[in-house]
């Protein structure tokens, strides 16, 4: 019997020093965090705002760009670096997804390394193509909120994923962006858009003076567009150096790298790629 009241006794010291604890450690944090206003520093538990206000045009190529992806199933964005492309499609993708306009995004690009061998890619497959969709990730978090991006990751309603893995899937009620399209082959680009199913929207946005193919190997974006543009529901929006919204010296910088010199190099050397495609 004392020893049965020993054990009660023992358990209830045990759960009232528990309970203390967990007090005094919710007050500290309370503390802590009252204090991080004074202090200026940042609780990062806390999200960022959300960023819920109206899409605006920020050049008239990016007000075309918009309504074209509002009012055709398939919309091609081309042009230089800052220019909002891949920004604006997916905004207009989460907008969408809030909105209940389409039941997944699903986000796609080619896994092709900018001039330098990287290597093997440990980890999942969102740790792989992670480092190739920052951009992207960045967007929806602030359009979403992280939480609920993360959620919706979970769930299959968004889906990131490299390009060849695409062969097969239903993007039916989808609303599906091709990016970095410049780095895609003319088979990989077939493959992407013959996936077409009802109720999908398709954003295709790239850079063709960017292409980071082997020589030799045409570009599917440039083929796309002089296969399919002409056809009903499809639009092109074409950017140029003037639509740069980043800061002043990145347009400065575009405009560097695009003297009348050097985009007659690039007209050769794609017109070289054309026809070593074709022979």
Same mark, same amino acid.
């Given at each position: 019997?004392?020893?049965?009241?020993?054990?009660?006794?023992?358990?209830?010291?045990?759960?009232?020093?528990?309970?203390?604890?967990?007090?005094?450690?919710?007050?500290? !944090?309370?503390?802590?965090?009252?204090?991080?206003?004074?202090?200026?520093?940042?609780?990062?538990?806390?999200?960022?705002?959300?960023?819920?206000?109206?899409?605006?045009?920020?050049?008239?190529?990016?007000?075309?760009?918009?309504?074209?992806? !509002?009012?055709?199933?398939?919309?091609?964005? *081309?042009?230089?670096?800052?220019?909002?492309?891949?920004?604006?499609?997916?905004?207009?993708?989460?907008?969408?997804?809030?909105?209940?306009?389409?039941?997944?995004?699903?986000?796609?690009?080619?896994?092709?390394?900018?001039?330098?061998?990287?290597?093997?890619?440990?980890?999942?497959?969102?740790?792989?193509?992670?480092?190739?969709?920052?951009?992207?990730?960045?967007?929806?978090?602030?359009?979403?909120?992280?939480?609920?991006?993360?959620?919706?990751?979970?769930?299959?309603?968004?889906?990131?994923?490299?390009?060849?893995?695409?062969?097969?899937?239903?993007?039916?009620?989808?609303?599906?962006?091709?990016?970095?399209?410049?780095?895609?082959?003319?088979?990989?680009?077939?493959?992407?858009?013959?996936?077409? !199913? !009802?109720?999908?929207?398709?954003?295709?946005?790239?850079?063709?003076?960017?292409?980071?193919?082997?020589?030799?190997?045409?570009?599917?974006?440039?083929?796309?567009?002089?296969?399919?543009?002409?056809?009903?529901? *499809?639009?092109? *929006?074409?950017?140029?150096?003037?639509?740069?919204?980043?800061?002043?010296?990145?347009?400065?910088?575009?405009?560097?790298?695009?003297?009348?010199?050097?985009?007659?190099?690039?007209?050769?050397?794609?017109?070289?790629?054309?026809?070593?495609?074709?022979?």
């Amino acid at each position: 019997m004392a020893q049965s009241i020993a054990r009660t006794k023992h358990r209830a010291n045990t759960k009232a020093k528990g309970q203390r604890a967990a007090s005094r450690s919710r007050r500290s !944090e309370q503390g802590i965090h009252g204090l991080l206003p004074m202090t200026g520093l940042r609780d990062e538990r806390i999200e960022p705002r959300r960023n819920t206000d109206p899409l605006e045009a920020r050049s008239a190529a990016q007000g075309n760009y918009i309504r074209a992806i !509002e009012t055709n199933i398939l919309t091609f964005g *081309v042009g230089p670096a800052g220019t909002g492309k891949t920004y604006v499609a997916v905004t207009i993708a989460a907008d969408a997804l809030a909105a209940g306009e389409v039941d997944r995004i699903i986000i796609t690009r080619p896994i092709v390394e900018a001039g330098e061998k990287i290597g093997f890619l440990p980890g999942e497959m969102m740790e792989k193509v992670g480092p190739y969709m920052t951009p992207v990730m960045s967007v929806l978090e602030k359009r979403l909120g992280k939480g609920a991006v993360e959620f919706y990751l979970q769930s299959g309603r968004i889906e990131v994923l490299p390009l060849a893995f695409m062969r097969g899937r239903s993007l039916a009620n989808a609303f599906v962006i091709l990016d970095e399209a410049q780095n895609t082959t003319v088979t990989q680009m077939k493959m992407f858009l013959t996936r077409m !199913e !009802e109720g999908c929207r398709i954003v295709v946005d790239g850079d063709p003076r960017q292409c980071d193919l082997p020589s030799g190997t045409r570009s599917g974006l440039a083929d796309a567009l002089d296969r399919v543009s002409r056809l009903r529901g *499809v639009d092109v *929006v074409r950017f140029t150096k003037g639509d740069v919204v980043r800061s002043g010296l990145v347009q400065d910088i575009v405009n560097a790298y695009e003297s009348p010199e050097d985009e007659a190099a690039v007209d050769d050397a794609a017109g070289l790629k054309c026809f070593l495609s074709n022979a």
